[in-house]
């Protein structure tokens, strides 16, 4: 099997994602107090990439598990579930 | 607020996994009105895991489970190997009987909501719980947006993120040395291979974990496990770690793996078809709530802590169903005392310390604090394998085992320190 | 007078989902479940919203096979007082003449009805002539790709917009509107609309028995329409080329002669 990116993978999922995002990140305390990034690294679903040292964040290949929330050090996440059984659907888990 | 006021449950019961809904199924069967919200869109489509499960406690619980419960293969085979360069050392032990199944937990959930429902259960999904409803701080209900539904005791089973009783101020946040991150993917491929390629007889499941390189070297383990005609492979890594050390795409990890030779030989020709991520509490019991019950309260599963990760298995399923179960033999018989205080659910606390859950919790303390310990998957996987390598490719003289580990050791670590170790983790 | 409010949803396969086995190059279709046709959702919104201004009954209507009744137990999670599922093997197989005339004969037996309200489209097949046909059927008027709907003294003032216009009709009732994909962004679904749904048994199933239909009108044997043959597209495969300079100028300036010398396209 050939080398996959995270896109391709979460691709084979079922998704339902909602049209307002059930993640929110402050940008301004990304930028302000946070060095490590940490986000970037260990988001399973890769939902945090830098662009030009600046944290951005999608909220569509999310598949809630709550890493990022737990290894956030500056509170920058305001997290919640999706509601209406909206995000990702496993048919396997 | 608007409140529900139509329809009256005896017991609410947070999230449709394991071990909500064996709570369900075991008070609905006693005649209990009993209803299940779950935020997915069915039960089971937000929950993931490893792969095995242990079988007995649920056999106890669920009448015809080994007919009628959706399992994958029997566990005929465990390896436990490890990782460094590309290498494997690896202990495997074949039995004859087997104590444990795999299964895919998606399944497995929604085939427990199903016994619930049957057994006159309500299960509503597409529904997230965002508070417990208090009336003169006793729990009595739950609230949905702006909705109020009603009951004489909740039982919270909304796994690790628990972000309902985080509100409540019942457990402080969830703190990143208490979880550890897993990652899965589920490979399809056809029975035939997966047998042939791993030694195995038609029908027969294999449970293998990796340490050491199989995480690029971070505390934790690789998994392979053996569907009908898939594998899940993943990894779990313990996120204070991870935090301090990772210095690449933790996804990257297990596409890394998926390259090395040992696994790809495996996997070869595979699809996967599915990849998600989880959390799991991982500080044995540190992560539980000094009470697990309240007025009106009732907590179970991952929510409460309850899991037991030896590095060479995770057992969580079976906790949770468990502790479900134990929760609703607490509730029945405060329904038939008519009190649902602390004080009367204070008997699921009893039930849990007198049941296997907390005695194998508390037998394995010491696991997990070597669990963290770097060396265990830093330093051991390389010096084991170096001790077998100089075993096996011999060039002129043959050491002895000592010699060859000792050799291996140099400077590193010391020989009593390892060995005790080891004799600790799988003894 | 309050507003009867017939909305027509669909239960389609998920075919978001796109995994092929590399092998065999088929698509993997197991364990993918059905779907509401996503459009429809926003029919039911629109719906909803028409009901909660001017008062009223919605009633939602699908012609699937039974495992439909989880989507019609979301959409009265939403909102929906009423849900019929059409469901019989008869109905089975049916093109869009046989589904129109199916469900126009459904929503015959809903007399009196004001507004019909569909989804633009569907994912699984997109003919978009659903709404249209049944229109035609019972004889009412039609407006496609509606944003916004108003309901003043007994008129029906629909917006809809089009490429480069909005444009504001009137309608009287009955009406058949369908709804512009992604407008009226559909709400989340409501504790005690789910639980109405699963402890009162809303969810009404009618077989031919109920509708009597002539069997050489609908499913497989009223449909006129035969799909000789799925064609796959086959797959063009990528040259790979690779432009690896910094300049954006030089970039496109290279892309262009790529296309021109090695494509022969020709620029007029
Ligand atoms: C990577 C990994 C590997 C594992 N491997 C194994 C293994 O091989 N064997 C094993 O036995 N165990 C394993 N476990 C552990 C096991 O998965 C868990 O212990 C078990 O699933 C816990 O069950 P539960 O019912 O407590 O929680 P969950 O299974 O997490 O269920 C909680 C439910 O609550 C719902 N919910 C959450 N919040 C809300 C809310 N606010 N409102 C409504 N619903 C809500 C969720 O959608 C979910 O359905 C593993 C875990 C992980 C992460
Ligand atoms: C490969 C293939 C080719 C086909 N070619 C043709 C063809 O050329 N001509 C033809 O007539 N048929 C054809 N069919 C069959 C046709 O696609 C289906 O019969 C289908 O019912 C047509 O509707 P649609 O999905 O295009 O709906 P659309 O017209 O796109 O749907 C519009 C709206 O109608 C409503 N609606 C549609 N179906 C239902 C329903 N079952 N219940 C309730 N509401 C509904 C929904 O509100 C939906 O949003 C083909 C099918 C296949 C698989
Ligand atoms: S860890 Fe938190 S503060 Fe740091 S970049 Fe990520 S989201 Fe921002
Ligand atoms: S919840 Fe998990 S998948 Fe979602 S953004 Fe956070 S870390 Fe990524």
Known sequence: ?93 | MSYLSNTKFDVIIVGAGPAGSTAAYTLAKNGLRVVVLERGRTAGSKTLYGGRVYSKPLEEVYENFRKEAPIERWVKKERFSFMSNGELLTLEYSSTDSTSFTAYLSRLASWMAQKAEEAGAVIVTDIRVDDLYLEDGVVKGVRCGDEVLRSNVVVDAEGVNRLILERFGMVPKLEKRQVALGLKQVIRLDASKIEGRLGLAAGEGLAWLIVGEATGYLPGGSFLYTNSSTISLGLVVFLEEAYQNINQHVFNILEDLKQKQSIKEVIADGVVIEYGAHLTPEMGLGMSPKKMYGDGLLIVGDAAGLLLNLGYTIRGVDFAAYSGYLAAKTILKAHSMGSYNSESLSFYQKLLEESFIMKEMKKHKKITKLMRSNEMFTIYPGILLDTVKKLFEIEYSSPTILQALRNSIKGKTSLLKLLWNIFRTFF | MPLNIIVCIKWVPNTQIVNIDPNTGTLIREGVPSIINPHDLNAVEMALRLKEKYGGVVTAVSMAPMSAKTGLEFVIGMGVDRAILVSDRVFAGADTLATSYTLSKVIEKLRPFDILIFGQETIDSSTAHIGAQTASWLRVPYLYYVVDVEYINGVVRATRRLEKKIEVYELPTPCLLAVAMKSNEPRPVKLSHKLRAKMENVIEVWTNNEVGLKRECIGLRGSPTVVEKCIVTPSVPRKKQRFDGQDVREAVKWLVDRLIEDEGLKII
Request: proline content about 4%.
């Open chain 1, 1 to 93: 099997m050939k080398k996959m990116k995270v896109d391709e993978v979460l691709n084979t999922n079922i998704w339902d994602v909602d049209s307002k995002p059930h993640i929110v990140v402050d940008y301004e305390k990304c930028r302000r107090l946070c060095n490590k990034k940490a986000c970037v690294y260990l988001c399973p679903a890769g939902c945090y990439t830098l662009t030009g040292g600046e944290i951005l964040f999608s909220y569509e290949g999310c598949v809630e598990c709550g890493t990022c929330r737990v290894i956030c050090p500056h509170e920058a996440i305001t997290w919640n579930y999706p509601l209406s059984g909206r995000g990702v659907q496993y048919r396997y888990g």
